[in-house]
């Protein structure tokens, strides 16, 4: 059965300091992974997007790594800032034409 | 300019009642979606249209009934409203093909009393 799943399922960090989240997925064959920050009472919106042959990618002080071996995602979070307070979704794409799946987010808090 | 934009953005009305929920792109895709997010935060695809064709319809009760009357819109009724229907409603936009990155509405919050 295709499944994403996310760990932890929330995390408490100072501001300032790093944080990396995980993503594990069974989905095969793999398309792409994407990572998704969701502000509350906001959509999702999209951080970064991985195909199986890229290893890493940043937008900011956020970076995604990819094993497509192992099949594991990270996403590390570098000098964390109170705005970054939101839940974070890792998706998974499988074959081209097949719908994303949903991991169920880990809910991240930056306290001062 | 709002990419993907949802009406309304609060919905609250009493068990048994006919809604609709509305929602519009104008990023040229080809492809919209409705997901259903619970209170737990799971985020649920219900169905999908790429060029006003229904391409996914998860196991999603036949009393929800899409309707994409152009490739810029994708309305969701739902008729007989239940408690369980509570949830955020979340209207996405992509192209199918390439990265299929989506793009997501603001969402509406329905409360079923």
């Known amino acids: 059965k295709n499944q994403v799943e996310q760990s932890p399922q929330s995390l408490i960090i100072l501001e300032g300091k790093n944080c990396t989240l995980q993503c594990n997925y069974t989905v095969s064959p793999f398309s792409n992974l994407r990572w998704y920050k969701q502000d509350t009472g906001r959509g999702p919106v999209s951080l970064t997007i991985m195909t199986f042959s890229e290893n890493t990618k940043s937008n900011g002080r956020y970076t995604a790594t990819l094993d497509a071996d192992t099949k594991q995602s990270s996403l590390h979070i570098t000098a964390s800032q109170l705005s970054d307070s939101a839940s974070y979704i890792c998706?998974?794409?499988?074959?081209?034409?097949?719908?994303?799946?949903f991991g169920k987010g880990t809910t991240l808090s930056v306290s001062s | 300019d709002t990419a993907v934009s949802q009406t309304p953005k609060y919905l609250v009305t009493q068990m048994g009642n006919d809604k609709s929920i509305k929602c519009e792109q104008n990023?040229?895709?080809?492809?919209m979606y409705w997901y259903k997010q619970d209170s737990k935060k799971f985020l649920k695809i219900m169905f999908s249209?790429?060029?006003?064709?229904?391409?996914i319809n998860e196991t999603v009760p036949n009393r929800f009934s899409p309707k994409s009357p152009d490739k810029a819109h994708l309305n969701l009724h739902i008729n007989s409203l239940e408690l369980g229907d509570s949830a955020v409603y979340f209207c996405?936009?992509?192209?199918?093909?390439?990265?299929?990155?989506?793009?997501f509405g603001p969402g509406t919050r329905l409360t079923v009393l």
């Open positions: 998706v998974v794409r499988g074959q081209a034409g097949t719908a994303l799946i």
């Open positions: 249209y790429n060029n006003k064709e229904l391409i």
């Open positions: 996405a936009s992509s192209n199918w093909t390439g990265a299929n990155e989506q793009f």
């Open positions: 990023l040229g895709h080809d492809t």
